[in-house]
């Protein structure tokens, strides 16, 4: 059975951490409802979503993907390159052994000096692609090589250039498929995968949230949707126009695991 952990939207969101983006007014029912929106995508894709609450001194706090990388075989708790989220892990560790997700998985944590967010890191089969970004260092690249390797996956690094994570650059549509903005991402990389490229118009389009039979995908971006369908991606739509501002997008706002 497939699940989901998101969390809800925090009042403080508007003093969200920002690194490309100029700051501008979140209207936070209008960002709930797309949440909600979001939610019941996946719902819709058959998983089982759990909701965790928040609280008012965690601005970032519904960008959960970053705060745990959670694969087959093992669940890493990440330390997030930006201070003011550090405090997001107890309730994510708290939320996997509730949902049973370290049933047959060891937990293993980044430690300092190490820094890793889980927006850095994107698993296709048994290989890992881990970004080097403002928010991800080589000991926390070190740390995440280790432990993945141990459980049989290989681990490369690549460098994160004018955007904020490695998955703002590239996604997973498919199984041996990848979206990508070659501005930021080199092609190359990825040669092995059938590759899709954004619309140049639409920067920040590559970031898709694949599910077992469709994507998730943001309605901003109806060029690079076009290129999707082309391909025979099949597309579940949403609004995240009032997270984009928060400098989020699909990917971030789950955790999907097994269990
Ligand atoms: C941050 O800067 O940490 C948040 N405002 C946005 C995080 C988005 N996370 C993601 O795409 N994995």
């Known amino acids: ?4 952990i998101t969390r809800e939207i925090s009042p403080a969101i508007r003093q969200c951490e920002l690194t490309h983006l ?8 209008r960002a709930r409802a797309q949440h909600a929106d979001y939610e019941w995508a996946l ?15 965690m601005p970032d706090s519904v960008f959960v993907e970053d705060i745990a990388v959670i694969l087959d075989e093992l669940a890493v708790i990440t330390r997030p390159g930006a201070v003011s989220r550090r405090a997001e ?8 052994v509730k949902t ?6 060891p937990m293993v944590m980044i430690e300092e000096p190490g820094t890793l967010d889980g927006g850095d890191v994107l698993v296709l089969g048994t290989r890992v692609y881990v970004g080097s970004s403002s928010r991800t260092n080589a000991a926390g ?5 280790r432990h993945a390797t ?27 498929t990848v979206l990508l903005n070659p501005a930021w991402i080199p092609e190359d990389a990825f040669a092995d995968y059938e590759r899709i490229a954004i619309d140049p118009r639409e920067r920040h389009a590559a970031n898709a949230a694949l599910l077992p039979d469709r994507v998730i995908y943001p309605a901003a971006f109806p060029r690079t949707r076009e290129r999707l369908e082309a391909a025979g991606v099949k597309i579940r739509p949403v609004d995240v126009s009032e997270l984009a501002k928060a400098e989020g997008a699909v990917t971030c706002c789950s955790l999907i695991f097994e269990v």
């Open 1 to 4: 059975m497939l699940m989901a």
């Open 22 to 29: 100029t700051r501008a007014p979140i209207d936070l029912d």
């Open 43 to 57: 719902v819709e894709a058959g998983i089982t979503v759990r909701r965790l609450p928040t609280t008012d001194d």
């Open 89 to 96: 892990a107890p309730a994510i560790m708290d939320a996997l």
């Open 100 to 105: 049973r997700a370290l049933h047959f998985r």
């Open 141 to 145: 690249i070190d740390q995440l090589r």
């Open 150 to 176: 141990r459980a049989g996956y290989t681990v490369q690094a690549l460098p994160v250039r004018g955007c904020l994570h490695l998955k703002s650059a590239v996604t997973a549509v498919g199984p041996e």
